[in-house]
């Protein structure tokens, strides 16, 4: 349980469905990238990907750029028309919660993993290393480029392998419209990280309720993902903060959407024009919160470093060196969440 210093102060309440003048936007009249600007709940961008990959000639080009306008001013939107079916994310949700239901000695083999090993079932973030507690349990399963499954429950298998699948293919169709929006060929990023053969993780979150007489407990702290795109959904429980000018903004996904965030590995590609999304779980009331996540990366053996492209754009030459995503990721892994401190390991330090 986090303590009352790690909870939301009443300077850092999450910004909900307002505008900078603090006038509603109406949740019915969200505008979607490509069609017509604007955006969700909250201001938060939402990208069309049907616009995307078959909207007209004009369509697709108004919608690339704003989901580049996304990626540089959020780091964060959501996506609709991504063709992922709603009864394979119902089925992914039903079997982890299935799996969370098991008795402990069911998952007591994957409880002492490591941050490396394929398969982990535990509370927080790393558990050997937290500084706090989290109202958070989680299972962690690599997806591809080899699939690893806990074999209880039985049915978890078949539908986590179809839905990594099914996410894989939205994920890097994503990456191929980001490539365009920084005016670089489609398959430019997929070239530089190799993701043919992407690291893929699947996440299933539980947040117990929390019956606090005083409101609201930390459920996850403010962290940016270790990959290069995230999907999430949840079920119905809001909790999901993301940080956009300098103020939290609680993530209220539109109907059928997932949130799209972005990632160290994003950052550090892109030369800082794309920032990785710091983000946070606040949890209250008696409701369970859930949420689903399918984290893309590049190849484990890439080294992840700025696109000469990037660099020489901006003028400002290199702002991070390069690093092999294994190493990366171990690292941040193991350490405490701090933020994004995690990206200090290969950030230039142009001046002392």
């Not at 499954?149 to 293919?169: F, G, N």
């Not at 119905?236 to 059928?256: E, S, T």
Request: hydrophobic share 40%; charged share 20%.
């Amino acid at each position: 349980m986090a303590t009352p210093s790690e909870l939301p102060s009443q300077d850092d309440q999450p910004v909900d469905a307002e505008n900078g003048d603090g006038s509603a936007t109406p949740s019915g009249g969200a505008g979607v990238c490509g069609c017509g600007g604007g955006g969700g709940i909250g201001g938060i961008p939402v990208v069309d990907l049907a616009v995307l990959v078959d909207g007209s000639a004009d369509e697709r080009s108004l919608a690339i750029r704003e989901l580049g306008r996304a990626c540089e001013d959020w780091g964060f939107f959501m996506v609709t028309n991504h063709g992922v079916p709603e009864a394979l994310q119902e089925a992914v949700m039903d079997a982890c919660k299935q799996l969370f239901s098991l008795p402990m000695e069911e998952k007591e083999e994957h409880i002492h993993a490591g941050p490396m090993d394929p398969i982990r079932i535990g509370s927080g973030f790393y558990s050997v290393m937290d500084a706090v507690a989290f109202k958070r349990d989680y299972l962690k399963m690599f997806t591809h480029p080899d699939f690893h499954c806990p074999a209880k429950p039985a049915i978890l298998r078949d539908i986590a392998m179809e839905y990594s699948s099914c996410t894989r293919v939205l994920l890097l169709q994503l990456a191929t419209a980001i490539s365009r929006s920084l005016d670089l060929a489609g398959g430019r990023l997929s070239e530089a990280l190799n993701l043919e053969s992407c690291f893929q993780i699947l996440v299933g979150n539980h947040y117990p309720g929390c019956s606090r007489p005083d409101g609201e407990a930390m459920g996850f702290l403010a962290h940016s993902d270790h990959g290069l795109l995230t999907l999430l959904f949840q079920n119905g429980v809001d909790g999901l903060q993301v940080k956009h000018d300098g103020r939290w903004v609680l993530a209220k996904p539109l109907p059928g959407s997932f949130f799209v965030i972005a990632g160290d590995q994003m950052e550090i590609v892109t030369n800082g024009r794309y920032r990785s999304a710091l983000h946070r779980v606040v949890v209250g009331g008696e409701q369970a919160r859930m949420s689903i996540v399918s984290l893309i990366g590049p190849c484990l053996d890439a080294v992840v470093e700025p696109l000469p492209e990037m660099a020489a754009a901006d003028g400002k030459g290199l702002e991070f060196r390069g690093i092999r995503y294994r190493d990366y990721l171990e690292k941040q892994q193991s350490k405490q969440l701090d933020e994004k401190a995690a990206l200090d390991l290969v950030r230039c330090r142009l001046h002392s």
